[in-house]
C-alpha cells in the first residue's frame, strides 16, 4: 500500500504562534484529507484536498500532487488546537475505493 | 441526526475472553471500516466492507472477526487470539463510491486488557 510520513511527530506551541505540519506520500492520490482528533478521540475532517490551497479561518492547507506532499498551516494557535493531526489519502491503485492511509499523525500541544 | 455510534465508549476484558464492540451508522452508507489507534502508531484498518453479507481483511485482521448482516452495523469481535487487544478501536463509514468524501468517524471504543 502507499506509504503516507507526517513530521514532525510532535509539536510544542505558544498560543498565538503559527505553524506548518507536513505530509509526504509515496504514489499519486486521488484524494487527501487533513483530519483532527481531538484529546476525546473524536475524529473530524478538516479539508478534502488532493491538490491546490484551501482556507478554513485560521487554518490553509496546500498540496501538490506533483510533489507528493502536502501542508498544513496553523496560524495564530489556541489551546483549543491541540491534538493528534492526521493526514490520509486515497490510492487510487488500491482495491477498496474508499479505504483511507493514515500517516502516524503530529501530536499539537498549544499551551497559553 | 445522522452518525455513527459505537459502544462501549470503554471495555475491559480479562485474558482469554472474546468481546464485541459495537458500531451503528444511520448515514445510509455502504462502506464500514474498523482501525485500530495504538499510540504514535496511526490509524491501521483491521477489516472492511463495501456492501452487506461482504468484507474483506485489512492490514491486521488477525485476532479479529467482524460481520455485515445490516447494511446500519458491522460489529468487531476481539478474539482471544489476538495477543496485544488493548488499543482504542475506530469506526468509521463513507460512501461506497466517494473517493473519500463523506469520509466519518465514531467516536471510538477503548478496550483494556486487565
Redesign the interface.
Known sequence: ?IQVEQSP?DLILQEGANSTLRCNFSDSV??L?WFHQNP????I?LF?IPSGTKQNGRLSATTVATERYSLLYISSSQTTDSGVY?C?V?NPRG??????Y????TQLTVWP | DGGITQSPKYLFRKEGQNVTLSCEQNLNHDAMYWYRQDPGQGLRLIYYSQIVNDFQKGDIAEGYSVSREKKESFPLTVTSAQKNPTAFYLCASSPRTSRGYGYTFGSGTRLTVV
Request: glycine share 20%; proline share 4%.
Open positions: 500500500g511527530p486521488n484524494n484529507q476525546w478521540g473524536q475524529l475532517n478534502y492526521f490520509a486515497l482495491s477498496t475505493l474508499g479505504r483511507l493514515f500517516g502516524r499523525g
